[in-house]
């Protein structure tokens, strides 16, 4: 009765979903999964000069992070392509179809699930970075 399951591709292939469920849609969309959490009190005793290398450090990992869960996604794809993966691409009219769908719930999570100014502004700086010509 399930036709549909959201999984990070590499987290697809160590179960091997694939083999139960032959086929995938190409939407780049995941959840952010991790932190680093700090009290303010304890950010406040860093000296300002190894915060700002702390933050440095931060952002060149994250990157890395990035870059290599990519290429981990991307070769989980193929391996499981090689098993009889069909991957379906995403034409404009479906990805606007996933994202109304997705809106739809947007105010049963706002101020209830995520606080109502952290969702207005992540929303205001989506909507920036999209109008820059960044990745939807």
Known sequence: MINAAPAPPLFALAIQ??????????????????ACVMKKEAWGKIPPQARKAMLKAAAEAGQEIRAHSRKESDDAVAAMKKRGLTVHEMTPDLEAKWRAGAEEIYPDLRGRIVPAEIFDEVQNLLKEYRAAGGKK
Do not use: E, K, S
Request: hydrophobic share 50%; no cysteine.
């Open 17 to 34: 979903i694939d083999t139960r469920a032959p086929h995938m849609l190409d939407i780049h969309w995941a959840p952010l999964v991790g």
